[in-house]
């Protein structure tokens, strides 16, 4: 073997495809030419298309306009285990209907009320986004506001000229005061209350990520639906087992609207405030216009989700079956729509805090050892906010692995110059 032949086997892999650069358009940062995405900013390099529609930041394999439930409320933990989540939501709601339809509505209502509050305090578990702080974490997003919700729900139950759990028909009409105390009270009231705890968090160095923000306000919003419901329906869980009867439709309707709907619209609801407050770089923006805008729309949300199951109610007769299926019905909706905004909102704020991050040289999420990819495990270029080969997030990732490293041999990636040293 002569020794052009030697220096070459010495050399290692080409890697003139990592030397050789491009100018991304958006950013006009150098990339590789083999990336298809923009290490900095994230934008697509392949398809030109800068806004990344059918690229979701967070989940680069599903559009942004996407009703995926679980990689919208859960995005840091989505790529590593999402039908563990499923699962568990889809047992849940399995059991709610059944011990509803069975009359069993103590046993409904608890597996209701807890199953989504306990599924993703077990994802923050799994992601570690508590940081080893789970204590205060909880105590915070979940036990302070669930309290709260208790008291202030307990306090405007019995204003309410009829009761919301009426099961059979009834003649009555919707009341004006009813109305105001759903449309105005309850929903700013409420939603005040849930901001304490992500506020409170995310105001704290270490928990001042957008994702950050944005999970606090779900924790908040499905743990204030969760002691809410409770109050609100204590009658039931205290009433014993009814026993299967013709009402089972309302039943059934009643627990999947209060139990499983409705913590979703919460903690969407709350959790995109959450994140404007938390804002787009380092640092949380604190009380600026965009979280008075959020926090605006939130108490919106919450109105036209209290009113419309409200007043939908009285169709066919206050407490009817068909009342209550319009109340899930219209839930859905509010849902569908909540899931889309949230989606568009981290999607936007991922791809703009990049940009921003770019234009200071980079973040530094990745720098140090060689990092990987979490999702497609491919090499992460130095101060990437973007894998280059996929297009997810890197912050979109559980903190505890956007420095996934390994060691790097003799002709290996460097991964402070971004070469591959000989």
């Known amino acids: ?87 568990a939501l889809g047992i849940a709601l399995l059991l709610t209907v059944l011990t509803a339809a069975l009359g069993a509505l103590p046993v409904a209502i608890m597996i209701a009320a807890f199953a989504i509050p306990i599924v993703y305090i077990i994802y923050l578990y799994d992601v570690n986004l508590w940081e080893d702080e789970p204590i205060p974490v909880v105590a915070a997003a979940f036990v302070l506001t669930g309290v709260l919700a208790a008291v202030f729900t307990w306090l405007w139950k019995d204003k309410l000229s009829l009761s919301l759990d009426t099961i059979g028909a009834n ?7 009813d109305l105001l105390i759903l449309l105005l009270l309850v929903p700013v009231v409420s939603e005040l209350i849930r901001q304490i705890g992500p506020l409170y968090l995310a105001s704290r160095p270490r928990y001042d990520d957008l994702m950050d923000g944005f999970t606090f306000g779900v924790v908040a919003g499905v743990g204030y639906a969760c002691f809410e419901t409770l109050v609100l329906h204590w009658g039931w869980i205290s009433g014993g087992f009814a026993g299967p009867g013709s009402s089972a439709g309302t039943w059934i309707s009643i627990v999947l609207l209060h139990g499983f709907i409705k913590p979703l619209v919460y903690g969407s609801a709350t959790g995109l405030a959450g994140a404007e407050f938390s804002g787009l770089g380092a640092g949380y923006d604190g009380f600026t216009p965009r979280w008075v805008a959020g926090l605006i729309q939130a108490m919106a949300v919450n109105a ?102 390994a060691a790097t041999g003799a002709s290996g990636y460097e991964a402070t110059t971004g070469e591959t040293q000989v």
């Open 1 to 87: 073997m002569g020794p052009a032949t030697d220096g070459a086997a010495r050399a290692g892999p080409d890697v003139r495809g990592w030397e050789e650069g491009v100018v991304c358009p958006r950013c006009s940062s150098d990339v590789p030419e083999v990336s298809r995405f923009c290490h900095h900013c994230g934008n697509d390099l392949r398809t030109g298309d800068a806004e990344r529609k059918n690229a979701y930041a967070a989940r680069p394999d599903e559009p942004v306009a996407s009703f995926k439930l679980v990689s919208t409320i859960m995005p840091q933990g989505s790529g590593k285990q999402p039908y563990t989540y499923k699962v």
């Open 171 to 177: 003649s009555a009409a919707p009341s004006g005061r």
């Open 304 to 405: 036209l989700f209290q009113g419309g199951v409200y007043l939908l109610g009285f169709v066919g007769g206050h407490g009817s079956t068909i009342g209550s299926v319009l109340g899930v019905v219209w839930g859905l909706l509010l849902l569908g729509a909540l899931i889309i905004r949230v989606r568009t909102v981290l999607h936007k704020g991922l791809l703009e805090a990049a940009l921003e991050s770019a234009a200071r040289g980079g973040s530094n999420h990745a720098s140090g050892d060689l990092a990987f990819c979490s999702r497609c495990e491919m090499p992460l270029l130095p101060q990437s906010d973007f894998c280059s080969a996929c297009g997810n997030s890197v912050r979109s990732v559980p903190k505890s692995a956007r420095g996934v490293t």
